[in-house]
């Protein structure tokens, strides 16, 4: 639901400035008190508001120039040489979608970096160092790696509730950020009648490691190409695809594309890394 209201929110806001402006002030309330405002500053074009930091990630809606926006962080990416200022800062939106920082007037205080803002919640992880390992959630260990009852099933599965944030394990490159279903559509809850990953990425680590999750309950929050750190949100817990019930599949493979013949028990890996894949002690 909370995804369906920022669509709401943004395809209101590029239909109306004036309208944006109220809706996205009555939102200020609930963010965090180092959100910032500021004002699309196009010089009258439409700003895109895209998927992630970099113009080569799918876009999500247009602003008009004079929009009000209340900013929750900024993070890193594509250089943009815009109206305002030329920067590589993105400024990440309340709904999770990024505007360039080169086209938004504002004032002159240090906005929150994205990646600092983890660890505030009690279901955070601590923000890892670049070679640093991590849970991608915090559950116990449901089903696993290709058991005599599913000798298909290439990873684990670790039950968790709805729009739980899922983490990136360790710094990468997304290689992959896609829907996989054989019904057409990842927007609808799954069932084991239903081929596929449902909304699942790839992430390509050191040493061509690939991690992989499945089952997400909307589109990722990254896009192929995009650089993660390690404990990066990059999507949230559902049951798309071909699924049961709540749950992060996830996969570790020694090898890049990802395939059967490199899958390796999750668990085991993730042990050699400092990582035990379970509740918290």
């Not at 992630?52 to 990416?77: D, F, M, S, Y």
């Not at 000798?151 to 684990?156: L, Q, R, S, Y």
């Not at 509730?161 to 809850?189: F, K, P």
Request: with cysteine; glycine share 12%.
């Amino acid at each position: 639901m909370k995804g369906n209201v920022g669509r709401l929110v943004l395809t209101i806001l590029a239909g109306s400035g004036v309208m944006g402006g109220l809706l996205l002030g009555a939102l200020t309330g609930a963010a965090q008190a180092a959100d910032t405002a500021g004002t699309v500053n196009t010089g009258g074009a439409l700003l895109n508001v895209r998927t992630g930091p970099a113009a080569t990630t799918p876009r999500k809606a247009t602003l008009p120039n004079g929009t009000r926006v209340t900013i929750e962080c900024q993070q890193e990416g594509q250089k943009i040489w815009g109206r305002v200022r030329t920067t590589n800062l993105w400024d990440r939106l309340l709904d999770g979608t990024y505007v360039s920082d080169a086209y938004v007037s504002r004032g002159k205080a240090l906005l929150p970096r994205c990646e600092a803002l983890l660890g505030q919640a009690a279901d955070d992880v601590p923000l890892a160092a670049n070679g640093a390992w991590v849970a991608p959630v915090t559950a116990t260990v449901g089903s696993g790696f290709r058991t005599a009852s599913r000798p298909t099933h290439d990873g684990v599965d670790l039950p968790a509730a709805r729009n739980t944030a899922i983490r990136a394990t360790s710094a990468g490159t997304v290689i992959t950020s896609e829907c996989n279903v054989s019904t057409g559509t990842c927007d609808v809850d799954g069932s084991p009648a239903i081929k596929g990953c449902g909304w699942y990425v790839e992430i390509e680590h050191a040493d061509k490691v690939v991690t992989r999750y499945c089952h997400m309950i909307r589109r990722p929050s990254v896009s192929v190409g995009q650089k993660v750190f390690a404990g990066q949100v990059i999507g949230y817990v559902g049951t798309s695809g071909n699924s049961s019930g709540p749950h992060l599949h996830f996969e570790t493979h020694t090898g890049a594309p990802a395939n059967r013949t490199n899958a390796v028990e999750p668990v085991a890996f993730m042990k050699s890394k400092g990582v035990t894949l379970g509740p918290k002690n």
